[in-house]
C-alpha cells in the first residue's frame, strides 16, 4: 500500500482566527489518524494572514500532544531562517516528547516575501546558499557527540530526528540524493519541475546511513466530495487565495464561489490552473481516478494530500474519502 499522509496549513478563514485554526488542526490529525493517514506535516510561512503554523515547531507539539501514533512534522521548517542548533534543540524537545513520531521536513526558500525575509534573517544574501552546509550541521547536531564536540543540542544529541529534503526545483533533488535523504516534492503548488526532479533524485541517490534507497513523496491537492459539483465549489477557496496571493493581496481563507470567471481575468485563470494541475477535485470515483494517475506517472512512494477547504466539517470528510480511496487502491494492487 503507497501510504498517504497529511499537509495542513492551518489555514484561517474570513470570519474566524489563529486560535480556532488550530483547533481544526488539531481534529484534523485525530481523524487522520483515526484513517490510516502516516503523518501529518505543518508548513512553515510568515506574514500570511490566512495561515496560522508560523511558529511551526510549537504548532506541531500542539498537534503530536493531541494524538497518539501518527507521525508528525514539519513540510517544512525553512532553515535558512533559523539556525541550525536552534532547530536542534526544538526538535529534540519534540523527540525526547513524543519518542519515534517527529520528522523534521526542510526547505531553503524564506516561506513569505523578501520584506519579511529580511525582517526575519538580516544576512538574506547569503542565507539560501548555506542551506547545504546548514543541513549537515544540523544533522550532526542531531547525530552521535563526537570526541570533543564543543556544542551540543540538549536536547537533540543523538536522538537522530529523521530529516527530509523539501523542494520545487532540481537543487532540492540533487542535494537529497547527495545527502541520501527521502524528497519531497511541492507539485501540489509547483508541478512543473517534478517529473525531472524525481528522475534526478533516483539517478543520483547516495545510500546513507539514514535511507538504503530513493524515497519521494509527491505533494497533491485533494478536493473530494459526494459529487463533482460540489467538490469543484470547495476548490475555488483556493483558486482565490492564488489569485490574491499573486495580486499581492493576501489574506485568510475566502469561503467557495459559484463562478471563478467572475473574479479571474482569462491570464489568472490559466496561471492558476498550472500552478494546481497535481491536484484531485470531485467525486470519489474521480479523485481515485486523478490519484491512480499521479502514482503511475510519478512512482511516488508516498503522497502527502492537502486541501484549503473552507468549511471544516467538509475539509473533514474530503479527507476522509481520500482514505478511503488509498484502501480501494490498496486492495486493486493487491489482486
Aim: net charge negative.
Amino acid at each position: 500500500m503507497i501510504p498517504f499522509s497529511v499537509l495542513d496549513l492551518a489555514p484561517i478563514r474570513q470570519g474566524s482566527d489563529a486560535a480556532q485554526a488550530f483547533r481544526n488542526s488539531l481534529d484534523l490529525a485525530r481523524h487522520a489518524e483515526t484513517w490510516g493517514f502516516r503523518r501529518f506535516w505543518l508548513a512553515e510561512h510568515h506574514n500570511m494572514t490566512g495561515i496560522a503554523s508560523a511558529a511551526t515547531s510549537v504548532v506541531i507539539g500542539h498537534i503530536a500532544g493531541g494524538t497518539k501514533t501518527i507521525r508528525v512534522g514539519s513540510g517544512g521548517v525553512m532553515l535558512p531562517n533559523h539556525s541550525p542548533l536552534v532547530i536542534a534543540e526544538q526538535f529534540g524537545t519534540l523527540e525526547s516528547l513524543y519518542p519515534g513520531r517527529i520528522d523534521l521536513g526542510l526547505g531553503r526558500a524564506p516561506g513569505t516575501d523578501q520584506f519579511t525575509a529580511r525582517a526575519m534573517r538580516r544576512d538574506l544574501a547569503t542565507a539560501a546558499e548555506n542551506f547545504p552546509h546548514d543541513v549537515l550541521e544540523l544533522q550532526a547536531l542531531l547525530g552521535d557527540v563526537q570526541p570533543n564536540q564543543a556544542i551540543r543540542a540538549v536536547p537533540g544529541m543523538g536522538l537522530k530526528v529523521p530529516l527530509w529534503i523539501l523542494g520545487s526545483s532540481m537543487f532540492g533533488a540533487q542535494l537529497a540524493a547527495m545527502l541520501g535523504l527521502p524528497f519531497a516534492f511541492a507539485s501540489h503548488f509547483a508541478p512543473q519541475m517534478l517529473m525531472p526532479a524525481l528522475r534526478e533524485y533516483r539517478a543520483r541517490f547516495e545510500p546513507s546511513v539514514q535511507l538504503d534507497k530513493p524515497y519521494a513523496m509527491v505533494a497533491v491537492n485533494v478536493f473530494a466530495a459526494d459529487s463533482d459539483d460540489e467538490a469543484r465549489r470547495m476548490f475555488t477557496s483556493l483558486q482565490q487565495q492564488f489569485i490574491n496571493l499573486r495580486r499581492g493581496t493576501p489574506g485568510p481563507l475566502p469561503p467557495p464561489v459559484d463562478d471563478m470567471d467572475a473574479l479571474w481575468s482569462p491570464a489568472e485563470k490559466a496561471g492558476v490552473g498550472q500552478a494546481l494541475a497535481y491536484a484531485a477535485v470531485g467525486s470519489p470515483e474521480v479523485v481515485e481516478q486523478r490519484l491512480k494517475e499521479i502514482i503511475a506517472d510519478t512512482a511516488a512512494d508516498e503522497l502527502i494530500t492537502t486541501g484549503q477547504i473552507y468549511d471544516h466539517t467538509a475539509r473533514l470528510h474530503s479527507f476522509e474519502i481520500a482514505a478511503g480511496v488509498r484502501d480501494r487502491l490498496a486492495a486493486q494492487r493487491a489482486v
